[in-house]
């Protein structure tokens, strides 16, 4: 087999203010065709089979004006530059001792078909990608194995050090995070009361079938109710993954020194209107504590960590499967198109491109 | 000297939406005058000589539909019960074998000419006020060396942990709170820079003379550049007085993993109108931690604390005087009118009601 020359790849084209595009006169995105350089020592080259589909990725896009780029945990992505995206590839040709042709490997390989990467460079990231037991795919890597596992985990058991016997409630509950939560809370940290928030009643139904003892519809009228009740004298612990009016709503259904660890704030990445905080009051009087976290700050021990989740999966602790990912198939020329799913609230678990 | 058998007070009439009034057709408060109980085994009887006027009054008197009670750290006034406020009073009569006739004492006095207490009661919160060297007026206690100055100690060493060397922003820094943090950061933890945030420049001149390196006016129509120019890369801990767009824009002005003591949020005390917090995505981004916080929570350790205050008087690292308080000379009728100017923003330091 011949190794490819040239590469297709997604670039930067211009920021998006509002939801990106492509393939309209407001182009966010453009394909071109680059020459792909010859194996320096220490690179590998890479062609990507899955691509992760992140909501961190449409912070890195943002117009300049619109974003202070020392204040972002990752550098924005240059115009003219590769869509940044985390990916799961195989090594067809290595200048790298730690890696041969046949490998699998994890790693920032962006919106490229073929990526020559420095396997050294920390940036990239690349790390071998070893089987999964009991048939997993592989691709939940990029999932409930990978970074939005160790979200979870480490947005529950460290950020807010959630104890046995503790009362936890978990947005975005549907979500490739917010659903680990919900094992990990109930299967691994002994969570008393664990109660998802999530945008269907097919995901709700979906999220209880994970062991949340209840979900709740956010998109029902009755909503703002239904979690008063559901949270009866408060709870300890709400792990955040939207931010906004949901977050307001837990501000007044948090116990005295509840603890809120802040993941996301999903609703405001697309420029949509910022709602009022009626309830921060309930901060002070009630002593909470919301704490913000990035998983990137926890690196260090992911490898670890994610050797404890595949241990609660082999447990059966946690449940990891095809309900927490939806692997879509993709034309190259279609990566933003499945990319733009994640703004449409329709996903279940992690959303994968497979190229 | 014969004893007192009958009290004015102003009883809590009607449960304000917005601001309180009085003497007008939709009175909050009301003049009563009432029977004094003769004392039982345990009992003291006071003289209200002053009154504190603090903020939080103001949550102990809204409407039940505004409220939870549950969620309040300290339960709201009944209607036709005296409003409650701490005071400094003279026993006149002693039924207490800790107490006698003379004694200068703090205690929850409420807005009353003489009570009865008894001063074994948690809520009355009786505790004999010795008094304090060179020649500070007793009415400190009130604030200073008393709920204010232990606010902003447990605030600031407590609650955020301030170290020597950290950037400090405080928000109503001309206010009780807000004058005792800036120079305890300065003078006792060792802060290596101190932005106060006030209403005025007279205020902001003040602020500065306490010790402040700079202190910006909010109300200045460049408030917002100015702030983010004096905050620079960055700082480390924000002392928040006032919530609302205030701590809107700190939240884009911290460095990563900056901690913020949440004290009070008053622009939301009266209805006003709710901004949206259009930076919260900083507490992810930046790994940022609120923690609430009230006084009450630390007063097992008080008494100590407010020795250690003494002691920074003594030692020249804070100065209280004149100018940490307003004290009001308040016919009794006129109690409510002079809380009020709580909520006008004109006050310099703790504004005391002298009876």
Redesign the interface.
Known sequence: MSLPTKTRQWILASHPTGLPTYGTRTDTFALETHDLPALSANQILVQTLYLSNDPAQR?WISPPSQI?P????VPPVQLGHAMRARGLGRVLASQNGNFAAGDLVQATLNWVEYAVLDAGDPAAGVRKASELPGGLSVTHYLGALGGTGLTAWYGLVEVVGCRSGERVVVSGAAGATGSMVVQIAKGVVGASYVVGIAGSEEKCRWVESLGADKCLNYKSATFEADLKEACG?GVDVYFDNV?GQI?DHML?NMKQHGRIA????IT?YNGE??????N???????????????VL?FMAKAAETVGKLVGAVQEGKIRVGEENETVVQTAFEEIPGTWLRLFEGGNQGKLVTKL
Chains 1, 2 share one sequence.
């Open positions: 912070g202070d020392k204040r972002l945990y004298d931010g977050l007044a802040a993941c996301g704030a405001s209107a910022v709602l009022p905080m009626k921060y009051f309930d901060v002070v009087s009630m002593r909470l504590q919301i704490k913000g976290f990035i700050d």
